[in-house]
């Protein structure tokens, strides 16, 4: 059941909504604000189907009957689901949503909630046209914003809603998952800071780019600590071919993209002793203990050339800036 899953990974959201249910307080315009895959959406679904459901166990939704399975299908009659995730939300579609709902309820429960995804997408123009809609909520009629930048979203609309603030799934929630799905280990582990979403997780792994950096970073980690020219060569020639043209600079970002965060997630683990069940990966933590690595440096040179990806135009200076930061100090100074 999905309301067991909000209760352990949203707790906060879980006790304000129930609260509200047990003491028939529900709001009628929610805004959820949080980041990607914090489960927002799940939430807007359970809680339509919680005022929709005639079969309710303890104030939430069966999650089970018709109707319920309907609302989670978006297919329920006086459910209007508007999503603004690939293109913007326009006027149009909130003059329909206001005619269906000036209209009564189709279905016997008589309640009506619409869900509008991504609502930071909306026109200014459809904004306030849906702004005067909601300033006289009808006792039946039930909103749901979904928001990923509430700062984008117009301020009266977020002063007539009540803001339920979602965190973001924590890194250990994915690692459980992975494991669940037969990843193994390292990967799991590699995995779980770069997914926001539990689906992603499979289709991440089998990405040729992730395979590659974690070759590529493990591959050069053990030279950085013994032999720091030839991993430089490594990285130069063998792996990112600084000096042939590339064949697919696309993919050499995205691979470069992901040796960063696997970077990062390494100086985590050297910081924070985490063992992972992987030989190569626990062999390279031991070297970093016995060469005295210098972790500050390395994080701060990782950290800046992450920064400096995204507005880079030339991927070969970037890496050769890396490498040459990075040959400043293998050791502690
Ligand atoms: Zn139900």
């Not at 995205?254 to 050297?270: P, W």
């Not at 500050?296 to 990782?302: A, G, V």
């Amino acid at each position: 059941m999905f309301k067991d899953i909000l209760k352990d990974q949203q707790p906060v959201v879980y006790q304000t909504l129930s609260n509200a249910l047990r003491n028939k307080k529900l709001s009628h315009c929610y805004l959820f604000s949080g980041p990607a895959g914090s489960l927002m959406l799940e939430t807007a679904n359970l809680l339509a189907q919680t005022i929709i459901c005639t079969h309710k166990k303890e104030d939430w939704a069966c999650e089970e009957c018709i109707e319920c399975i309907q609302v989670a299908n978006h297919e329920y009659v006086d459910l209007l689901y508007i999503d603004g995730s690939n293109e913007t939300i326009k006027i149009e579609s909130i003059n329909s949503l206001q005619d269906q709902f000036s209209q009564t309820a189709l279905a016997q429960a008589g309640q009506k909630v619409f869900i509008i995804n991504n609502c930071e997408n909306m026109t200014a123009k459809a904004s306030n046209s849906l702004l005067k809609f909601i300033e006289e909520p009808s006792s039946t009629t039930y909103g749901i914003f979904i928001t990923t930048q509430i700062t984008r979203v117009l301020p009266t609309i977020v002063s007539r809603c009540q803001t339920l603030n979602f965190k973001p799934l924590s890194n250990e929630t994915f690692y459980q998952k992975a494991l669940e799905k037969g990843i193994d280990e390292l990967d799991a582990h590699l995995l779980s800071p770069l997914v926001h979403k539990e689906e992603e997780i499979e289709i991440v792994k089998e990405l040729d780019s992730y395979q590659v950096a974690v070759q590529y970073f493990v591959e050069f980690m053990n030279y950085y600590f013994t032999d720091l020219k030839s991993g430089m060569l490594y990285l130069q020639n063998n792996g990112f071919k600084i000096n042939a043209k590339s064949k697919n600079p696309k993919k050499d970002r995205e691979v470069f993209s992901f040796f960063l965060q696997i970077a990062t997630t390494f100086v985590n683990d050297y910081h924070k002793h985490i063992k992972i069940n992987d030989d190569s990966w626990t062999n390279l933590l031991t070297l970093a203990q016995e060469n005295k690595f210098n972790s500050r440096n390395f994080l701060e040179t990782i950290s800046e050339t992450k920064d400096a990806l995204i507005r880079a135009t030339n991927l070969s200076l970037l890496i050769d800036q890396m490498l040459f930061k990075l040959s400043g100090g293998i050791h502690d100074r």
